[in-house]
């Protein structure tokens, strides 16, 4: 009895012939063998420069030259328009702690005999040929105290509080007392006071000056 292919107990073993490009493609990837790299390359359309399959995703991610310096130009305004709202924002107030010095550094003290000098000085020169003006009084005593207090922190005595007080008033042959009273250290604190006049006017000036630690 002649065996036929389509006898069912006769089995026949068939060859398939699969395509080149699906036998590279199922190829274990431990293979490493030279030849069989660059055609399995060249099948899946990678170029075969050496550097894998995977470079050409890795391409894909990557930022050209006029991305990158896009990219710069924005951090750069980002940075900028942070650092100017910051510029706008409102500076802190400094406190500074108290030093607690109980006494004047030296040379710094307050000498009356030099306030003396300077006021009397400026009230010659200013107050030579004034004669009294009931209108403008008021605004001559402010000047005069404002001057002299300008005059008495030129002297170089910091970490003091300086009080100034000046009377005008028409010379017409009167008597005038003026008196004060403080309560401070008699060793730091000290005052100087001046009176000048003419023919119409007179001005007393007293200057207080007070340490404060």
């Known amino acids: ?17 699969f395509p080149q490009e699906v036998v590279n493609m199922r190829r274990p990837s431990n293979c490493h063998s030279q030849q069989s790299q660059p055609e399995s390359a060249s099948t899946l359309g990678v170029p ?13 991610t990557k930022i050209g030259g006029p ?3 896009a990219a710069a130009n924005a951090v750069r305004r980002m ?35 030099k306030a003396k000098n300077e006021i009397e000085t400026f009230l010659e020169r200013h107050m030579a040929d004034m ?14 105290a404002d001057k002299v207090k300008n005059l008495t922190k030129e ?7 300086l009080v100034s007080t000046v ?17 401070w250290d008699e060793s730091k604190d000290n005052f100087a ?16 000056a007070v340490y404060f630690e």
């Open 131 to 144: 004669t009294y003006d009931p209108t403008t009084a008021a605004h001559l005593t402010q000047t005069i």
């Open 193 to 208: 006071t001046v009176s000048h006049k003419n023919k119409s006017i007179f001005a007393v000036v007293t200057v207080f």
């Open 167 to 183: 009377v005008v008033g028409e010379c017409k042959n009167q008597g005038l007392e003026t008196a004060s009273r403080c309560l």
């Open 48 to 60: 075969t420069n050496g550097a894998g399959p995977n470079m050409a995703r890795r391409r894909s």
């Open 155 to 161: 002297l170089n005595c910091p970490r003091h509080k």
């Open 1 to 17: 009895m002649a065996a036929t292919g389509s006898h069912p107990a006769v089995k026949l073993k068939k060859t398939i012939q």
């Open 67 to 69: 991305s990158l310096l």
């Open 79 to 113: 940075t900028r328009n942070s650092i100017a709202a910051q510029e706008q924002l409102p500076k802190p107030v400094v406190k500074y702690e108290n030093t607690y010095k109980s006494e004047p550094d030296q040379g710094t003290e307050f000498l009356p005999s």
